[in-house]
């Protein structure tokens, strides 16, 4: 079984400075990592991924994310935020093999870019 | 990149009738599409999972009978909700999974609402 933690709902960042968006799962089985933007009334986007391999992850937009195994973390970071940041972030894990390969959402963080 | 895509984008209906969305994956061939809802503020639940040309998996507490999934093509994927009422009014949003990868690639979703 898998379940993914995204601490903090609501993130609320000037703009320019460091977005740190929290996220942390279990998982029984080598997971994959994923990170997904949903701007409204869109479907996701993805952000980046971990499969295996380098565990600092550079994605779209400038954002990056880090596995950390054990932590069993998979925090989002970008180092200045922009007003286009301003979105819903889900962070969501897969298991790396076999038939539990769906996606495991968390319930998301609002990202809020004040100007 | 790859693209999802979904038709209606949005669907407004009378409670009783029938109502088909389309997700397509345009640029690559899909063995295996999703089906989530996803209610105002919360994340994505998944509803099922579908592969070519065998029979959908629901999650549980998902009625089979009431969601009718059909997966004719390796590019497309239908969702037919059946007898829809009020409570069915929801944010439909498919993904389909590259053949070959791990990644899934999400439409924009479908809006509908329910009189």
């Known amino acids: 079984a898998q379940s993914v933690t995204q601490l903090g709902s609501h993130v609320s960042v000037s703009e320019g400075a460091l977005v740190l968006l929290r996220c942390n799962y279990s998982?029984?089985?080598?997971?994959?990592l994923f990170w997904y933007v949903q701007y409204p009334n869109q479907g996701l986007q993805l952000l980046l991924k971990y499969t295996t391999g380098a565990t600092l992850v550079k994605g779209i937009n400038g954002f990056e994310a880090e596995f950390k195994k054990s932590e069993t973390s998979f925090h989002l970071t970008k180092p200045s935020a922009h007003m286009s940041d301003a979105a819903e972030y889900f962070c969501a894990v897969s298991a790396a093999s076999g038939s539990a390969r769906q996606l495991t959402f968390g319930s998301g963080t609002q990202l809020t870019v004040l100007p | 990149g790859a693209v999802v895509s979904q038709h209606p984008s949005w669907v407004i209906c009378k409670s009783g009738t029938s109502v088909k969305i389309e997700c397509r994956s345009l640029d690559f061939q899909a063995t295996t599409m999703f089906w989530y809802r996803q209610f105002p503020k919360q994340s994505l639940m998944l509803m099922a999972t579908?592969?070519?040309?065998?029979?959908?998996?629901?999650e549980q507490g998902v009625e089979k009978d009431k969601f009718l999934i059909n997966h004719a093509s390796l590019t497309l994927s239908t969702l037919t909700v059946t007898s829809a009422h009020p409570e069915d009014s929801s944010f439909y949003i498919c993904s389909a999974r590259e053949w070959g990868t791990d990644t899934q690639y999400f439409g924009p979703g479908t809006r509908l609402t329910v009189l």
């Open positions: 579908s592969n070519e040309g065998s029979k959908a998996t629901y």
């Open positions: 998982s029984s089985v080598p997971p994959y």
